[in-house]
């Protein structure tokens, strides 16, 4: 069975601080991974890392795909009250066309 | 440009009430259509996905079931609810794969969500 797990579960900084988040998983046949940001409803989309594309940058977040450990890291830097989110994990299954989510990291960025 | 629909955005209902949650996409054809839920400031979990008209996969056995009546049009019900099913219902569609993708949604567009309170 696919599985997504994510660290910490809360995680509680100041502004400026830089964070990173972790992200492991194990999946039959992977496709790819995706971070997204919930913020109040819909999760919206922050990256996609693939076998061609381990490691992607905007702005102040980037992100890299580790496929040797099977894990992926986010990384926030200067870190801004409105970073404030739970950042979702989630991969792709080849063998399915479906998306498995961790549990979500919540960060607090406190002014 | 493709829009993701859900419905209702709350919802209260009393133990042992049917459930029925809609989601419909508008913009694209034969999608692939998701129903997630997702417990209070947790991850998502994926309850059911669809690849086409009739055709629909259940993740998690439970008091829930999924219908796809149309092509761009997901349903999520319940004949009886309970206390358990309280929760946020997110309904996502995504492109079918092999086609091409474009950001910044890659396809994995998300509803605006329903929440569900069974009391």
């Known amino acids: 069975e696919d599985k997504v797990v994510q660290s910490p579960l809360s995680l509680v900084v100041h502004e400026g601080d830089t964070v990173t988040l972790n992200c492991s998983y194990e999946?039959?046949?992977?496709?790819?991974l995706l971070w997204y940001k919930q913020e109040k409803k819909a999760p919206t989309f922050l990256f996609m890392l693939?076998?061609?594309?381990i490691e992607k940058k905007s702005g102040r977040l980037s992100s890299i795909l580790d496929k040797k450990e099977l894990s992926s890291i986010l990384n926030i830097t200067a870190t801004q009250t409105g970073d404030s989110a739970i950042y979702l994990c989630a991969v792709e299954d080849r063998g399915a066309q479906k998306l498995v989510f961790g549990q979500g990291t919540r960060l607090t960025i406190n002014p | 440009s493709q829009t993701i629909h859900q419905w209702p955005a709350t919802l209260v209902q009393p133990v042992g009430s049917p459930l029925s949650l809609e989601c419909t996409v508008e913009?694209?054809?034969?999608?692939?259509l998701y129903w997630y839920r997702q417990a209070a400031g947790r991850g998502l979990q994926l309850l059911f996905y669809?690849?086409?008209?009739?055709?629909i996969s259940s993740e998690v056995p439970q008091n829930l079931s999924a219908s796809r009546p149309q092509d761009r049009q997901f349903i999520l019900s319940s004949k009886k609810l309970l206390l358990s099913d309280s929760g946020f219902y997110l309904c996502a569609w995504s492109v079918k794969w092999g086609r091409v993708r474009e950001d910044p949604n890659y396809g994995y567009t998300f509803g605006s969500g329903t929440r569900l309170t069974v009391v």
């Open positions: 693939t076998s061609s594309g």
């Open positions: 999946v039959t046949n992977f496709r790819s």
């Open positions: 913009g694209t054809s034969n999608p692939n």
């Open positions: 669809s690849v086409g008209i009739g055709q």
